[in-house]
Structure formats: structure tokens, C-alpha cells
């Protein structure tokens, strides 16, 4: 390529020198590690005799040759790495001297050609003109592409002759695999089983980087011929408990070599599941391809084996950590054994359930993505067993084993390691799940009953479905990935519309039927899980054309946004959850007001969407107040903590926000802000009169709150006011900090003389506070109705 006058200003000398250097440094260590092997293998050869010494030898000599062959290819690309870069400082020098000739000349040298300078003295008898200039410039431009064109030609057949003389990565057979199996099931795993077991597992190609393409949901290829088939020989040879007692033994010997192992052994099984996966002839891996025990323990749907006859033998048969808490107490173990055996339908499945948790548990251990169909069955299985259990709980009591098991375990492992795909998740939301496309199950099937089961860990695991979308959005936007994008576009969609259905909200809401708890209450991970997944989609929920991501009609059918109500109320059931969704709407209130201080913005839309924001987010609280009490006291007194809640400072929220868009950047001052006292009881007023405020107290407290949001984006983008009069009203309030930028004052500060202050700077500005409030108003009374005209402001009722 022929560079630009620009491109040989710039040009910084010796840029290949660290790769040329780097090179040479590989070269040095394969020599040296060459040599080694050499001098070792020449102390064992007069202690080993015979024909397998003689075919051991042979080998070492070839690998030799190959090895000697290959550090001369690397010797030779530093070499050449070197060349090269003395022919280009060369031959940029060349130019920078035409370049400098010219200029000395009094001409003026640019991308675009040689030209007369201002005071441009005249060409010199015999001197070169400003023609002639540019075409020695020219010819020594050209040069430079030449010598590029003809180095980087060397340096790809440097680099093909190496691909060359490169040994071939081995291709693995079943034999391979039910050898490594032997060796090391045979009670002891020597460093030579393990080393040989890490070798091949290494040879598979598989690397931690392809983890992040497969959780992208893009695809890897390129690993080893037959790499499929020894996976699947040496899972199916091991079987579950081969492998969960092959991983114990790993952990327990807890070497580094050993641990490196465990997590291969877990990431071949999830390579070997997922379809994203395919190696060099174009086979991929997927459902079909994992061993068939493995696919029936991932739909287990029936009672296991019998229950072993004997109490050793039972013991056996359980979970280390499971043996290890019956053997805790004394007769316990042998009164678990009889009620057991007693019923074994019922132990037999647990028993094998409890198994399947260990399995799970570990098959994700490793990082490694599990395939998007494994993923789908293991959901519905969780789905399954929770359902059954509480079909068995309803019908008769529980019977007591003894043990510690829980049916949640299971259900919590295999949706821990479901939801490490993201496309499981979409499918599972959006009831497609087969990804073509077109849903095939009603997904209420799945998520009602997800959604209301009582989990030990407060729904924690299957919260993992829904918390992602907000994320993935935005790092999918800083990368430009339209796929990302749209997966978590249909996922949160999917979400809102399942949490605004009227059915499923009255579920959620009284979890165990008619007044009982919350989901919030029942399973505050859950919501937490929710509100992270979309608070990054608050405008989609709040809009009401189609300006937005969300068409019309996906979400809403009436212009009351009781969808949008009832998504904001399921998120104040839960005061983190809460806090999340405040956070995210005092940043977009904040975006609002910048936008419509903007002298282009010719709209009066933010206002409005600002208004009907706050409206939400009051709504959502007080309609949690209301389902949980029937006493007006206990009613706001529960709608005080829960604003407090709400509207605590999550620095992550407003951070992500601010880089999934940067129009969100001038919210950062928030970070300040909602941590002092005075903004925050702007946005929680004290009730001193529950009758006049039902539900916001006085107004005129988000008056103030709204002209310092349109003042700080008026500042930010003019700098202060230059009347002074109104810069001296400010100033008088606290409003105005040592280093020039507006702050909320101290809430000593009456609210009407804050709104009063800031409308005084916003006409120099040219802003209209009154008109920004008519539309906030409007807004606001798209939720509920607002009290425009009263000798107090108070909020709506």
C-alpha cells in the first residue's frame, strides 16, 4: 500500500524491532528445550536396552529433526523480521528527506500535493519547482508501497514454510480415549496417567478464549479431526458416577496440573453439547453426541435405580457431601436407609436427582458453555421436578428420609448451568424453543411455574434467565454486534410481556394465593433478576408511539400503560430491585431534561416521559403498599421505607446506563448528587399530612427537583447565566459550587424558592419552566391524576 505525505510524518522507525525480538525469543527457548530433551534422553540410553528402547529412540530422533525444523523456521522469520525493517526505515527515510527538501524550499507539502507557501521566496535558478518537488515525493511514496508489498510477501512465505514443516496435530481414535479411561480409573492417577490424560485433553484445542465467542452465541471451528469421537468414547466409557469420582480425585490431589485437568474434563463435556462447536471436516457437537447416559439424566423424569439392600452399600450410592451429613449424627444413616427402602420409588429418584445436582454442578465448573438444546432440556427438568415435588407435597406429607436433601438442588444446579447460554435463555422466554424462530410451547408453561416455586436460594439461580439483557446491550452496542443486540431486544420483550400480563402479575403478587406474599417477598432474587435484565429498557416501557425500540401494541393495548404499572410494581416488591428501577429513572428523568433543554429539541415529548416516569415509580410503590396493607398507617409508613429504598445510589446502574448511551454521560453528577441528603429528600418527602399527599407528598418538591435537572443540562451546555441577577439568586441558595458548576442546595432549602432561583437562570437561557412542568404534568396524569391547581401542590391522588 502507497502511504500518504501523513502517513511518513508519522512513520515511528524500528516498528518491527519488539516482533523481530519477540520472535528471536522463541526461537531461543524451543532451541534450548530441544537440547535439554537431547542431553537427558543421551543419560538414558545406556540404562535402557532392547526393542522398546531401540523404537523409543527412533521416535526421539524423528521428533527431533521435526523440532530442529521448526525453530529453523522461526529463526528465519526473526531474521526476516528484521530485514524488513531496516528496508522500511530506509525507504520512509527516503521520503521524510524529499519531504523536508521541499519544505526547506519554502514549500508548503501536504497529502494533496507541493504548493507555494505564504512567503515563498521563488525558485532558485536550477532549483526544483514545486512539481518537480512532488514527483520525487511521489516516486519515493511509491517506493515505500513496493517494499512493503515485496516484505510482507516474504514474510507470508516465512510464515507458510513453517505452517509446513509444523507436526500435525495427532487425531484421536476411541482407543485413545478407553485407554486414558483405564489408566486412570484404575484407583491411583500416577503424574504419567495425568500428564498423558492433560496431553490429549490439551490437543482437543480447546481454550478459555473460545468460551467468550461461544457465549456470544457465535461459533468455533477448526478443532482436531475425530476430537468429537474421543469425547464421546471416554464420557460414555467413564459414565456418571466414573466421572464425578475422576473429578473428586482431581480436586482432592488440588496440584495445578490436576485442577487444569478437572476443568477440561468438565469443558470437553460442554464442547461436546454445544452446536456451536465443529471441528476441522466440519462436524459439530450437540445433543446427540453426548452419551446417552448423560441425556437421560439431563430429562429425568422417573423414579432411579432400587434402593441398594445394604446400609454400606446405600451409603455408597450417595453424594460424598450427602454421606457426610447422615454419618454426622449417630442412627441417622440407618434410619434414612429404612425409609428408603420403604419407599423406593421415591428415595430412588431423589437419590438419583441428588446425583444429577453433583454432576451439573460440576459439568459447569469449568466456564465452558453448554449447548443450547442440553441447555432447553435441563430447564424443563427443572421445571418437571419442581412441579412433581409440589404435586407430591400437595397429595401427601413429604415422607422423612433423614437426609438433607431439598428438591430445589437439583432444579438450582441444572439452571445454573442452563443459563450460562444466553440463547437457552431467549428460547425459554420467548417460547421458541428449538430457535427457529417460531414459539412451539406456551412459555407461561414454563415461567409460571419458575416464577412462583419456593427456591432456597430466594431464586438466585433461575433469576440467571432474565438478568443479562441490560448487559448485553451494551457491550453488544460498544462492539457493534446487531445479533447480540436483537437476542436481548426479543428477551426483554419476552419478559415485559409475561410480567404485565394480567394473570401473571395477579400470580406474582399472591404467590401462594389470595393474600399471600409477593414473588419480592417469596423470592427477592428473582426480582432482582428481573430488574436487572431490564432497566435499561425503561424508555421502551414508558413510550407510547412507536418511537421506540418496542412497537406499539407489543407492550401496551391502552394509553393507561397498565402493562408498564404493573412491570414497575413487581420491581417494588423488592427494595434492591427497587432501588435498580430508581436509579435507572432518575438517570433517564435526568436525560429527559437535557434533551428538552436543548435549544434543537422542538418536542415537548421528554417532558412528558420524564412525568410519566416518576408517575410509574410512585404508582408501582404505593400499589405494593396497597396489596400488602389494609392500614392506612402501615400503608405509608411501608410507601416512606420503600422510596428511601428506591432511591439509594447504585453505582453499577447508573454506570452501565451511562455506557449504553453516551446522551446518558451528563448523569454522572447524579453519583454526587443522590448521595446527599438534600436530593434524596426531594425524592422522599416526609408525610406530615397523609390525607393531602396520598402519594407524593407536595408537588412542588418535584417542581424543584425537575428545574435543577433542566438548569444543571442548560449549565452544562451554555455555562452559567451571565445576568447577574439571576447568577446572584443561585448563588444566594448554596446552588453554585467553589469550581463553577450548579449542585442541589442543603435541604434547609424551602422547595418553592430552589423551583423559583432555577426558573429565574432558565429564561436567560430560554428555557420555559412553566411549559416543561404543563407537559411533566400531562405526563404524570397518564398514570394517575394529577392535581394541577391547589393552594398546596400535592401530588396525585
Known amino acids: 500500500m502507497i502511504p500518504t505525505v501523513t502517513d511518513v510524518r508519522e512513520w515511528v522507525p524500528n516498528g518491527l524491532q519488539g516482533p523481530a525480538d519477540a520472535t528471536s525469543n522463541v526461537e531461543s527457548q524451543l532451541s534450548g528445550a530441544r537440547d535439554r530433551i537431547r542431553a537427558t534422553a543421551k543419560e538414558l540410553w545406556p540404562a535402557w536396552r532392547g526393542i522398546a528402547a531401540n523404537a523409543a529412540e527412533d521416535h526421539l530422533d524423528n521428533e527431533d529433526?521435526?523440532?530442529?525444523?521448526?525453530?529453523?523456521?522461526?529463526?528465519?522469520?526473526?531474521?526476516?523480521?528484521?530485514?524488513?525493517?531496516?528496508?522500511?526505515?530506509?525507504?520512509?527515510?527516503?521520503?521524510?528527506?524529499?519531504?523536508?527538501?521541499?519544505?526547506?524550499?519554502?514549500?508548503v507539502v501536504s497529502d494533496d500535493g507541493v504548493a507555494e507557501g505564504v512567503d515563498f521566496p521563488g525558485v532558485a535558478d536550477g532549483a526544483p519547482d514545486a512539481a518537480a518537488h512532488w514527483s520525487m515525493i511521489?516516486?519515493?511514496?511509491?517506493?515505500?508501497?513496493?517494499?512493503?508489498?515485496?516484505?510482507?510477501?516474504?514474510?507470508?512465505s516465512c510464515v507458510s514454510d513453517l505452517i509446513d514443516v509444523t507436526p500435525k496435530a495427532a487425531t484421536f481414535t476411541p482407543d485413545d480415549a478407553a485407554n486414558d479411561w483405564s489408566r486412570l480409573s484404575d484407583g491411583t492417577i500416577t503424574r504419567e496417567d495425568l500428564g498423558r490424560f492433560r496431553a490429549n485433553l490439551a490437543a482437543t484445542g480447546i481454550d478459555p478464549s473460545m468460551f467468550t465467542e461461544l457465549a456470544k452465541g457465535n461459533t468455533?471451528?477448526?478443532?482436531?479431526?475425530?476430537?468429537?469421537?474421543?469425547?464421546?468414547?471416554?464420557?460414555?466409557?467413564a459414565g456418571i458416577d466414573g466421572i464425578l469420582e475422576l473429578e473428586q480425585q482431581l480436586a482432592?490431589?488440588?496440584?495445578?496440573?490436576?485442577?487444569?485437568?478437572?476443568d477440561n474434563l468438565a469443558n470437553g463435556l460442554m464442547f461436546l453439547s454445544n452446536e456451536n462447536v465443529s471441528d476441522v471436516n466440519g462436524v459439530h457437537g450437540g445433543w446427540d453426541r453426548l452419551p446417552q447416559n448423560v441425556r437421560d439424566l439431563a430429562e429425568l423424569r422417573a423414579p432411579g435405580d432400587r434402593v441398594p439392600p445394604t446400609l454400606p452399600e446405600y451409603l455408597d450410592s450417595l453424594p460424598a457431601?450427602?454421606?457426610?451429613?447422615?454419618?454426622?449424627?449417630?442412627?441417622?444413616?440407618?434410619?434414612?436407609?429404612?425409609?428408603?427402602?420403604?419407599?423406593?420409588d421415591f428415595a430412588g429418584y431423589h437419590a438419583t436427582a441428588l446425583r444429577a445436582a453433583d454432576f451439573w454442578d460440576f459439568a459447569g465448573s469449568g466456564g465452558a458453555v453448554p449447548g443450547a438444546e442440553l441447555g432447553v432440556n435441563l430447564v424443563e427438568t427443572a421445571v418437571f421436578q419442581i412441579t412433581s415435588a409440589e404435586e407430591t407435597e400437595a397429595l401427601q406429607p413429604k415422607p422423612s428420609y433423614g437426609t438433607p436433601f431439598t428438591e430445589t438442588r437439583p432444579a438450582e444446579s441444572m439452571l445454573d448451568l442452563a443459563t450460562n447460554n444466553r440463547d437457552v435463555s431467549m428460547r425459554i422466554l420467548t417460547g421458541d424453543l428449538?430457535?427457529?424462530?417460531?414459539?412451539?410451547t406456551q412459555r407461561d408453561d414454563l415461567l409460571t411455574p419458575l416464577f412462583t416455586h419456593t427456591w432456597d436460594d430466594g431464586g438466585e439461580s433461575v433469576g440467571k434467565l432474565a438478568n443479562w439483557m441490560t448487559d448485553e446491550m451494551s457491550t453488544a452496542r460498544n462492539e457493534g454486534d446487531t445479533a447480540r443486540i436483537d437476542r436481548a431486544e426479543a428477551s426483554a420483550l419476552a419478559l415485559a410481556q409475561?410480567?404485565?400480563?394480567?394473570?401473571?402479575?395477579?400470580?406474582?403478587?399472591?404467590?401462594?394465593g389470595e393474600n399471600t406474599s409477593n414473588v419480592g417477598e417469596v423470592n427477592p432474587h428473582l426480582v432482582r433478576g428481573f430488574a436487572n435484565g431490564l432497566y435499561g429498557y425503561v424508555p421502551e416501557l414508558i413510550q407510547e408511539d412507536n418511537s421506540g425500540a418496542w412497537a406499539r401494541?407489543?407492550?401496551e393495548e391502552t394509553d393507561r400503560f397498565h402493562h408498564a404499572q404493573r412491570v414497575f410494581t413487581l420491581m417494588a416488591t423488592d427494595p434492591e430491585s427497587s432501588a435498580t428501577f430508581g436509579n435507572a429513572a432518575t438517570t433517564f428523568t435526568r436525560a429527559f431534561a437535557a434533551e428538552y433543554a436543548d435549544p434543537s429539541t422542538i418536542s415537548h415529548t421528554p417532558a412528558q416521559m420524564a412525568g410519566r416516569l416518576q408517575a410509574l415509580v410512585d404508582k408501582g410503590i404505593y400499589n405494593v403498599a396497597d396489596e400488602m396493607f389494609d392500614d392506612n398507617k402501615a400503608r405509608e409508613d411501608f410507601a416512606q421505607q420503600r422510596r428511601a429504598d428506591t432511591y439509594s445510589t447504585n453505582y453499577t446502574v447508573i454506570r452501565n446506563l451511562v455506557a449504553l448511551d453516551p446522551r446518558l454521560s451528563a448523569t454522572v453528577g447524579l453519583l454526587m448528587d443522590v448521595n446527599s441528603n438534600s436530593l434524596q429528600s426531594a425524592f422522599v418527602p416526609t408525610f406530615d399530612d397523609v390525607e393531602s399527599s396520598p402519594f407524593t407528598g407536595e408537588f412542588s418538591d418535584y417542581s424543584a427537583l425537575n428545574s435543577y435537572f433542566l438548569l444543571e443540562s442548560a449549565v452544562a451546555q451554555h455555562g452559567l447565566p451571565q445576568d447577574s441577577r439571576a447568577l446572584d439568586g443561585l448563588n444566594e441558595l448554596g446552588m453554585v459550587d467553589s469550581a463553577g458548576t450548579v449542585r442541589y442546595p442543603s435541604d434547609t432549602v424551602p422547595a418553592g424558592k430552589i423551583t423559583s432561583a432555577s426558573d429565574n437562570a432558565l429564561r436567560t437561557f430560554d428555557v420555559d419552566l412553566r411549559d416543561y412542568r404543563n407537559y411533566y404534568l400531562d405526563g404524570y396524569g397518564q398514570i394517575v391524576p394529577a392535581v394541577r391547581d391547589a393552594p398546596r401542590e400535592t401530588g396525585p391522588r
Open 434 to 440: 428449538d430457535g427457529d424462530g417460531h414459539p412451539e
Open 65 to 107: 529433526r521435526a523440532a530442529k525444523k521448526v525453530v529453523e523456521e522461526i529463526g528465519n522469520i526473526a531474521s526476516t523480521l528484521d530485514l524488513v525493517d531496516d528496508a522500511l526505515d530506509f525507504a520512509f527515510q527516503a521520503a521524510r528527506n524529499k519531504i523536508t527538501d521541499a519544505e526547506e524550499a519554502g514549500f
Open 252 to 262: 482432592n490431589d488440588g496440584s495445578p496440573d490436576s485442577l487444569r485437568a478437572r
Open 498 to 512: 409475561y410480567l404485565s400480563h394480567e394473570e401473571n402479575y395477579d400470580r406474582l403478587m399472591d404467590v401462594h
Open 220 to 237: 468455533v471451528t477448526g478443532l482436531p479431526a475425530e476430537v468429537f469421537t474421543y469425547f464421546e468414547t471416554f464420557y460414555a466409557t
Open 321 to 344: 457431601g450427602v454421606r457426610a451429613e447422615l454419618e454426622s449424627q449417630p442412627g441417622r444413616a440407618a434410619q434414612a436407609h429404612r425409609d428408603a427402602l420403604n419407599n423406593t
Open 553 to 555: 401494541g407489543d407492550l
Open 138 to 156: 511521489a516516486e519515493a511514496l511509491s517506493t515505500i508501497g513496493s517494499v512493503d508489498s515485496e516484505n510482507a510477501r516474504r514474510i507470508q
